[in-house]
Nanobody
Framework: QLQLVESGGGLVQPGGSLRLDCGAS????????FGWFRQAPGKEREGVSC???????NYADSVKGRFTISRDNAKNTVYLELNGLRPEDTGIYYC????????????????????WGQGTQVTVSS
């Protein structure tokens, strides 16, 4: 099975930046779509961004223009760059993967993903 481990979270002031890393092991990444999700206290888990096996990306409206997702299959790593952070970005950020057998656009729907990391906390506060 695919194992995912997130890192890079922390406390940052509004307007600051972070880069989250998702390290993957157990399988070749070429046949997986990856997504980043977040969950704030008392709220449902929501999609943030995703990247397909061929490099196509999607973003939630709330993060468009501020966050950037990327992947480096050779390094077995998926990244999420968070810029212009706001207090409402606070939450636990999860990396997830979905096995794909055909070329397809990725989605930011949690139910479409089979493998999940343990999450990393992002807190945006002054």
């Amino acid at each position: 099975q695919l194992q995912l481990v997130e890192s890079g979270g922390g406390l940052v002031q509004p307007g600051g930046s972070l880069r989250l890393d998702c390290g993957a092991s157990g399988s070749i990444l070429d046949y997986y779509n990856f997504g980043w999700f977040r969950q704030a206290p008392g709220k449902e888990r929501e999609g943030v961004s995703c990247i397909s096996s061929t490099g196509g990306t999607n973003y939630a409206d709330s993060v468009k223009g501020r966050f950037t997702i990327s992947r480096d299959n050779a390094k077995n790593t998926v990244y999420l760059e968070l810029n212009g952070l706001r207090p409402e970005d606070t939450g636990i950020y999860y990396c997830a993967a979905a096995r794909v057998f055909l070329q397809a656009m990725c989605t930011i729907t949690p139910g479409r993903y089979d493998y999940w990391g343990q999450g990393t906390q992002v807190t945006v506060s002054s």
